[in-house]
């Protein structure tokens, strides 16, 4: 090799140094070139999508399988990027994929033809993004969220009549406790007058409170002392966030030898083993008592969703496995308390914008509470709210707790301008994009709860507005949502007037539900009778 050199530096009649020289020149030449071109694909790429989005909805052939289709991904995780999302939905781009988008700019330069923006994409039944979903996996494991085909099928039929009207009821009377607990903690904190709190940071440990009693009928009260269980459910919920934004640890390896691999194994353990506990000594005393024993001395108390579980059967006398058991109490628990927290924070805020709308809010709460001596609500009279109720599902369009759902299609799906998205595309639907398309709401970023007036809703696809999702595997606890979301803002606006902070700017923040950057803080104030 040494030789071959020589012999060609003294046919080029070239020093060993200039040589070097020479080579080192000419990398730096091709590293500029190389330079140049990923610069002006990234420049292109921003001006398409900024300036020029409109053009992007002719491309004329489909996404290729397994690349995505849109890009916002990369600053998708901030307010820029629901102020992006806005103007794609005005181009009438509103679905992507979520994880290549973080690549974007990189694979572009090598495949400059695989990536296309697609209109409307329609929701599908379809197992869902293994991806992201699969960072849950190990905390929710096959619980409804996550599991897929026969199983999920089953499983959601078999919940399906945890979430009946007649099971909700007995909920109502936990909601009722669980915000009063939270206003007495409100009134020590506000007796001298008005105080500014992090709406998040209450009202989430408030719902978990209420979660774990209907869940588990365990009363926590980790509204006024730290509980372990708790702590381990917030670790969980921001390890996974932070995994997300961390390219590297996506991959498992390097994540479970990374020290918040280490933290999110333990904190799963600790909700692991409090969930296995609880199944196993209510399986120990039914299993003691006999059923109709057991359900004779559940009369009069509040029957949780362990219980049911417990006393399902499916057609063919098979019960729940403890672990599936488990998984669906530990996937209730995540879906149901960041994104009820969220949805109510988001009321307060809103309607601590337009004092206007609280007032009315708090006259009809008031008419309805005023002949009452408990002033608690009972759940014939949450469908006596109707202005209320305008607020909260006005709210939930503006700010929807989950900004986006993602989709693996199991067929090809046709679009209505003949495009077709192939099998096996990962799609991520904007539902804060569905909620913000002028076309279907006329400025979309302005709170006005008229939209729900009832002469209103006709003239609306029923897909325009989905904060629950869509289709057979929409939110299974939207009923139960609902029912605490207007408990909570109706007692609490009875008791409580909420208004903005001027010295605090609200920015949101799209992590695994809406949040708001360093918190939503809001200063509230006791109402004297
Ligand atoms: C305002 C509150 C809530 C909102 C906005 C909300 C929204 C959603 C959305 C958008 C989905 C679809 C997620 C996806 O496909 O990736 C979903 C699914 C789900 N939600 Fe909710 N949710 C709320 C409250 C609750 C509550 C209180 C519970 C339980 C107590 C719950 C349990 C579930 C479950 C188990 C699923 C999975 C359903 C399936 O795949 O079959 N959610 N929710």
Redesign the pocket.
């Given at each position: 090799m040494l030789h071959l050199m020589e012999k060609l530096l003294d046919t080029l009649n070239l020093e060993y140094t200039t040589f070097r020289l020479y080579t080192i020149a000419f990398i730096l030449f091709l590293l500029s070139l190389f330079i140049a071109r990923a610069t002006l694909k990234m420049v292109k790429f921003f001006y398409e999508y900024s300036a020029n989005a409109q053009k992007l909805r002719c491309f004329p052939e489909p996404p290729r399988r397994n690349w995505f289709l849109g890009h916002y991904g990369m600053i998708r995780n901030s307010e820029e990027g629901l102020l992006m999302v806005d103007n794609l939905v005005k181009s009438n781009i509103y679905a992507c994929s979520w994880w290549f988008s973080m690549c974007y700019p990189i694979v572009r330069l090598f495949h400059p033809s695989s990536i296309k923006p697609v209109l409307h994409v329609p929701a599908v039944i379809a197992p869902?993004d293994e991806l992201f979903?699969g960072f849950l996996k190990p905390w929710l494991g096959d619980?409804?969220?996550?599991?897929r085909g026969e199983k999920?099928m089953k499983?959601?039929r078999l919940?399906t009549p945890a979430?009946h009207f007649d099971i909700l009821k007995n909920y109502v009377k936990i909601f009722n406790q669980s915000t009063e607990i939270m206003h007495a903690k409100w009134r020590r904190l506000a007796a001298e007058g008005p105080v500014c709190l992090d709406m998040f940071e209450h009202i989430s440990l408030m719902?978990l409170d209420t979660?774990l009693k209907?869940?588990f009928s365990y009363d926590s009260n980790c509204q006024e002392k730290p509980s372990d269980y708790i702590a381990a459910i917030y670790e969980l919920s921001s390890l996974v966030v932070k995994r997300e934004h961390c390219l590297p640890h996506h991959i498992d390896f390097i994540y479970h030898l990374s020290s918040n691999g280490r933290r999110f194994r333990r904190a799963c353990k600790i909700v692991h083993e409090f969930t296995a506990g609880v199944v196993q000594q209510r399986k120990k005393a039914l299993e003691e008592k006999g059923t109709d024993d057991w359900i004779k001395s559940k009369q009069g108390k509040t029957v949780d969703?362990i219980d049911i579980l417990l006393l399902s059967k499916d057609e063919d006398g098979t019960l729940w496995s403890d672990e599936d058991i488990r998984a669906?109490a530990d996937?209730?628990m995540f879906?149901?308390?960041d994104?009820?927290a969220?949805?109510?924070s988001w009321i307060f805020y809103n309607l601590a914008c337009h004092p206007e709308y609280q007032e009315k809010c708090r006259k009809e709460i008031t008419e309805l509470l005023e002949e009452k001596d408990e002033k608690q609500l009972d759940w014939d009279e949450l469908s006596q709210l109707p202005f209320t109720t305008m607020c909260i599902k006005e709210s939930?369009r503006l700010h929807?707790?989950?900004t986006a759902?993602?989709?693996r299609c199991t067929a090809d799906i046709k679009l209505h301008d003949g495009k077709v998205i192939p099998k096996g595309n990962v799609c991520l639907l904007s539902?804060y994009g569905t909620h913000h398309n002028p076309e279907v709401w006329p400025n979309p970023q302005v709170y006005d709860p008229y939209r729900f007036d009832p002469e209103n809703l006709q003239q609306r696809s029923s897909h325009a507005y989905?904060?629950?999702?869509a289709g057979?595997?929409?939110?299974?606890?939207?009923n139960?949502?609902?029912a605490?979301?207007k408990i909570v803002v109706a007692l609490t606006l009875y008791h409580f007037s909420v208004t903005l902070d001027p010295t605090k700017k609200i920015r949101r923040l799209p992590e695994l539900?809406l949040r708001a950057e360093n918190g939503l803080w809001l200063q509230v104030e006791e109402l004297k009778p």
């Open positions: 869902k979903y619980g409804l969220l996550l599991s999920w499983h959601r919940l979430f719902t979660l209907c869940t969703f669906q996937t209730f879906a149901g308390h994104t009820t969220s949805g109510i939930l929807p707790p989950v759902v993602s989709r539902i989905v904060p629950f999702s057979p595997r929409n939110c299974i606890g939207q139960f949502a609902m605490e979301l539900i």
